[in-house]
């Protein structure tokens, strides 16, 4: 009997991606094979995002789009993921269209799910666990020159705009053994760069071991050239952690981190736990100690209440800062929430629009400049492939990930450092020849 064919489309953060590589290592080991299209499927997954109300759009689309095939042969559909917890029953019984819900916490069950959705059953996995890390399941990774390592699951902050404490519980750390173990094999396996993950990634703990001591560990793994990590929450940044940045030529010069509202009433309403002045003494600190450092960081504008002047507090912010780029967000509520419970949600939708263009063109001016500023200076790019635009192109990333395209030459490879001379930019990208 031909095997179940399975295509899984991911949705969302670098978290979602690395659940799908788990749920590919469970599938395969329960006998089944994946494609690359729905047209050749007999199941297909979607591993959600709720973070955001677009994401949970994009979504209902796809499953739109899948109507006419589940009519035509019978697929099985799963919902796999953040919204799948977020929304449980109701998605199930809204969307006749869909068979299976999993959270991201029931991956495990997702064998028995579909065996039992083949024969007609609707079914679903939505229970949180205070323990599952799937520390014994080794990720299907496309076999590449960087893989992720999801370090700990789940958040415990609680900002109040934030979804995730509810559709991946509570925080849990891997074995600090069992981390290193992970990045050895990919070492062995032809993998360069390894970036640690986690919803609050430097809070993660196991025992005496913190993020830091992780850090370090998998950065002293032979053949690991580079180590990176997403994201860091501006609460938990100890000296030690700074340290072994600036200090270890592994460590890559870039922090995500994110800020949200520059207002400090609004920082409060979030419940982020830090004060604009001490976000800025951060990026002081964190400047004074590594001054090559690449700041990058994520923004909500339109937070319930949000006035023009507190909004302003967030752009001189910006500005004062000049982070190399920066992920802007129309403020969007979310249910189960702690903001969605207890505050209205009063910005007009035309205002929060406004103040994202605002920003985002704000930010595209200091990109620019920033980039243009690397133009004449000679960097190490991690290859990792062809060009998006050509293939006469290698496209890899400098240590403080920009995105960096130089002529391919048969000296380099896939895989390899590449010292580069940068000769032009764009917002997005430096243009390099080889030296
Ligand atoms: N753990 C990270 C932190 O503390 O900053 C963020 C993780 S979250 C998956 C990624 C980003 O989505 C957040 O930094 C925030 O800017 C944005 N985000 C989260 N909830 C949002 C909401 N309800 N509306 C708009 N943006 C949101
Ligand atoms: Fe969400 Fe805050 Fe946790 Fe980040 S730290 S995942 S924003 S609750």
Redesign the pocket.
Known sequence: MRAPHVFIETFG?QMNEYDTELVRSILTANCYRFTDSADTADVVLLNTCA??ENAHNKVYGHLGALKSLKEEKGLVIGVLGCMAQNLKKDLLEEHSLIDVLAGPDSYRALPELLEQAAVGQKGMAVDLSEYETYADITPKRVDGVAAWIAVMRG?D?F?T????PYTRGRERSRDFAGVVREAEALAASGCKQVTLLG??VNSYRDGAHDFADLLLAVAEVRGIERVRFI?P?PKDFPEKLLEAVAGHPKICKHIHL?L?AGNDRILRLMDRTYTRAEYLALVEQIRTCCPEIVLTT???AGFCSETDAEFTDTETLMRQVEYHSA?V??????KH?IAARQYADDVPAGVKAARVTKLIEFQRGISLKKNREMIGKTVEVLVEGEGKRSCDQWMGRTDGNIVTVFPVSSAIKPGRLASVRIIDATITTLYAESV
């Open positions: 953060c973070i955001r958040c902050n900002c705009f934030c979804v995730v919803q609050n994201s929450h994110p949200q994520d923004i909500i992920y967000f129309q403020y969007s509520e979310r929430t």
